[in-house]
């Protein structure tokens, strides 16, 4: 009874407009149990919309039409409906075909383990009901779980004490110190949020943060304070163990013999990639750290959360003692995770308006003398009260601050004037781009790091090699898309045809002298991670040989080229692949033609990696316009289960 349907599945699939995952996975479902061809539609955008972030299916999509959720622009999805005998009306009549279902176990039904879940009006694979779940019991439990009690007048007078110390300067303009307001929230709670944009001072308010934990942790806790820092990359996870070494050597010098802060900083390891820090083990999803045997932290340090996808974090949650500390950094209004889930952006739902109770207000203006003006009063719940907003940039002022600002608040008028203005040569926008306008842009942004290896080949030691790859960091094409013209595949094969014709690069095979490369799949053998970056450069002990060296803080390390498997050219790469990272210069590149995928988070987030220039090149402005007009909706039942 399901031919027709099937047939349309089949088509569709064809035609690239959905994966073959989908439609294998409704007749898996129907191998298992009497199926209904509504249900076997819902099992097809179930599957197809955990491909592209979301968590669950809303039954309302179901009516609604959900052809720009899956990116269709035509009749796509009328057929496929057409297809469906006894499609259900509404969401009541949906709720109650999918609970009779034997696949389904409608929460609070018996569950015979059922591969998908309903939970009011969402329907889940169980794997992602369950993470969702204990995510969201897990964080409620830490924001919850250290609450001082109401008679802690005593701790609270010496946060009090030590923040005066640690924060001595009042704010420019007199306005609430969100900075030392985090540090007080966070001591709250066994969970602490620090949500801001670039330079709004994560890291410096962290650092602070720490040297609080320590200072208040008592003597005998603080000779054995355990901190771990961490981040989903190993590029991120390098960068904040380097601002938390420099605020903190700073913070010594303010705080002085008060507090032994050198301490702290020699005793704290390197920052580690979650996969590393969990114990990540080849071909399993499983970690080493998990409920069963715990982190050995008292406090977690992690960055770039909006990176974290639902069941890294679920995992994290689960590794980490009920009794330590997680403070999670990161922008909320950048790109989610690529995998399923919008973690940081569903914990933070309530951070712009604050939403903070009678007792926190009370308790910040105990702990910091900071008066949270009323706006930011309400009735959110337990994560919101552990949540803080830093809003003051303080190294992203200027025209890249103000585009990245005019994005988010999605006022496309704004943007394209800043855009225009190219105020202080700082921003720059070509709307009618042709690709000879991005050649040339590929070639003067690279020649650089390209003439550095041509003048230094003789005679290259580690220190040369690490110049060079700062070089290369300084500039960096980012792309919305993968495929086409305007693509990275399209774009790294022009490019590297355009700098081997200007003579920079000797491509005589697929690898040579200068290629840079981006790891795409984690590798334990040779010790490279998802996202890493590497050059490839001449083997010191092995003439004719390459090798791809990596930076790793102030020093590099190697890989015999031919060893690495997983990994492409980067000379282009996306605005996903880039999160975590900054260069001096960033060249975004939007297609001609946008889609549901170009939205608001992209552009704002491929702005946000420009730490002095940005250069953005479409060959249709509209679509600029376009993607800043649209937001990215991940459905995810978090933020029900966060509040309710
Ligand atoms: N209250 C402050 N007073 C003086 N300088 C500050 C303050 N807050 C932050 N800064 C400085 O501003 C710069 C940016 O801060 P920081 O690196 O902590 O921001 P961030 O939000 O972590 O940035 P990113 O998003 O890039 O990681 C740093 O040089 C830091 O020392």
């Known amino acids: 009874m399901n031919d027709e349907f099937f047939a349309q599945v089949d088509a569709l699939t064809e035609a690239g407009q959905l994966r073959r995952l989908s439609g294998a996975f409704a007749r898996f479902i129907a191998s298992i149990g009497a199926s209904s061809p509504p249900l076997m539609a819902a099992c097809v955008l179930l599957s197809e919309l955990e491909g592209r972030g979301h968590s669950c299916l809303l039954l309302s999509e179901l009516n609604a039409d959900p052809a720009a959720l899956l990116g269709w622009n035509g009749d796509e999805w009328l057929h496929l409906r057409a297809s469906v005998d006894g499609w259900p009306e509404d969401v009541a009549s949906w709720r109650t075909l999918l609970a009779a279902s034997e696949q389904v176990w409608p929460v609070g039904g018996a569950d015979c383990s059922q591969p998908l879940v309903l939970d009011g009006d969402r329907l889940y694979l169980r794997r992602y009901w369950q993470d969702e779940t204990h995510v969201a019991a897990a964080v409620r439990g830490r924001a919850l779980g250290g609450v001082l009690a109401s008679d802690a007048d005593a701790e609270t007078a010496e946060i009090r004490r030590w923040l005066d110390i640690l924060f001595p300067h009042a704010t420019r303009g007199g306005g609430v110190d969100w900075q030392k307001v985090a540090c007080a929230v966070a001591m709250r709670g066994k969970l602490g949020i620090i949500t801001g944009g670039p330079g709004t001072g994560k890291t410096y308010t962290v650092a602070r943060l720490l040297a609080l934990l320590f200072a208040t942790a008592g003597s005998m806790r603080q000779s054995g304070l355990r901190v771990a820092l961490a981040a989903p ?61 715990q982190l050995d932290v008292d406090v977690l340090i992690v960055d770039e959360a909006s990176m974290i996808h639902l069941e890294m974090m679920s995992a994290l949650l689960a590794a980490l003692p009920p009794e330590a500390t997680l403070i999670l950094l990161g922008d909320k209004d950048q790109l989610a995770s690529v995998e399923a889930g919008a973690v940081l952006g569903d914990l933070c739902h309530n951070a712009e308006a604050g939403e903070y109770l009678p007792e926190t207000l009370s308790y910040v203006q105990a702990s910091t003398g900071q008066q949270i003006p009323d706006d930011y009063a309400g009735h959110g719940g337990p994560i919101a009260q552990q949540t803080v907003m830093l809003r ?48 040339q842009l590929a070639l003067s942004g690279y020649r650089q ?61 697929e690898w040579y002298v200068g290629r840079p490369v981006m790891v795409t799949r984690n590798d334990y053998a040779t010790g490279v991670f998802n996202g890493d970056i590497g050059l490839t450069l001449p083997d010191p002990a092995r003439p004719g040989a390459l090798r791809v060296y990596f930076s790793e803080g102030e020093t590099v390390r190697s890989v015999l ?70 937001r990215t909706q991940r459905a995810s039942g978090l933020r029900h289960l966060l509040d309710n």
């Open 561 to 630: 080229a031919t060893r690495l498997r997983n990994v492409e050219t980067a000379f282009a790469m996306t605005v996903h692949k880039s999160q975590g990272s900054e260069f001096a210069h960033t060249a975004m590149v939007l297609p001609k033609d946008g889609g549901s995928m170009l939205a608001r988070e992209l552009i704002y987030t491929g702005i946000t990696r420009a730490r002095d220039y940005f250069t953005l090149l479409t060959p249709n402005g509209q679509v600029l316009l376009d993607a800043i007009g649209q």
């Open 233 to 293: 990359t190993g590029k991120a996870a390098a960068r904040l163990k380097q601002s938390i070494d420099d605020a903190l050597d700073k913070l010594a010098v303010l705080v002085g013999t008060a507090l032994p802060l050198r301490e702290l900083t020699a005793r704290m390891g390197a920052a580690r990639t979650l996969h590393s820090l969990l114990g990540a083990r080849p071909d399993t999803r499983a970690f080493q750290h998990n409920a069963g045997n």
């Open 449 to 509: 790091y390209l003439q550095l290896i041509k003048n230094s080949i003789a005679d290259a030691d580690d220190v040369v090699r690490l110049a060079i790859l700062r070089s290369f960091e300084g500039f960096r094409i980012l792309c919305a898309v993968r495929d086409g013209e305007w693509g990275v595949s399209g774009l790294n094969d022009a490019i590297e045809q355009r700098l081997q014709s200007a003579g920079l690069l000797k491509r005589t095979g």
């Open 392 to 439: 003051e940039s303080r190294r992203f002022g200027g025209p890249i601050g103000e585009l990245a600002l005019a994005v988010n608040a999605g006022n496309a008028a704004k943007a394209v004037e800043v855009l225009r203005s190219g105020q202080d040569g700082k921003v720059a926008w070509t709307d009618f781009a042709q690709p000879a306008d991005m050649l």
